[in-house]
């Protein structure tokens, strides 16, 4: 059987994911060097809505899903290879506004906040491309449905006798 080549490095798949395309090799290894692995087994979870957002995650293989746990519950989107999930709540510094579960065993690549934002920092083309990502999530993403407020209804009460206790009942 051929070879299917030498793994793919660190730097390798961060330089495919869309949002750090446009860095410069020392720089996607230099970052490489800051990052951690992650595995996530199937059914359990990545971090949950509320939660600090301390890091950002790539998803390197595997499947994942984005879900409201608050009511009403819902599922938001499904993550595979090169989707970014937890950047957010890095960038705006709040809780996670959703909770991520691994469908099926999933490996993916963590990038600490603080790691993350030098990189926005240093790199504009990065920020445009992280700009034109959210934008595109935005776009696809279905809005939340209000609740339908209910017409005003009128209801009068005739008495046809005497027997009815209409004052009691209005």
């Known amino acids: 059987a051929p070879s299917a080549g030498p793994p793919e490095s660190t730097a390798e798949f961060l330089g495919a994911v869309s949002i750090l395309a446009g860095l410069p090799r020392p720089q996607l290894?230099?970052?490489?060097?800051?990052?951690?692995a992650v595995r996530v087994a199937?059914?359990?979870w990545l971090f949950?809505?509320?939660e600090a957002g301390d890091a950002m995650y790539i998803v390197r293989a595997g499947r994942l899903e984005v879900v409201r746990e608050i009511a009403p519950a819902s599922r938001l989107r499904v993550l595979g290879r090169g989707d970014v999930v937890g950047e957010l709540a890095v960038l705006s510094g709040s809780p996670r506004a959703a909770s991520v579960r691994a469908v099926r065993a999933s490996d993916l690549i963590a990038i600490r906040g603080d790691e993350f934002q030098r990189v926005l920092i240093e790199r504009p083309e990065v920020s445009l491309e992280l700009a034109k990502a959210l934008a595109a999530q935005l776009r696809e993403s279905r809005p939340l449905l209000s609740p339908i407020r209910p017409l005003p209804i009128a209801i009068a009460l005739v008495p046809l006798d005497g027997q009815v206790p209409?004052?009691?009942?209005?």
């Open 42 to 44: 199937a059914g359990d």
């Open 166 to 170: 209409v004052a009691r009942l209005g």
């Open 29 to 36: 290894e230099q970052l490489a060097e800051t990052t951690s």
């Open 48 to 50: 949950h809505e509320g």
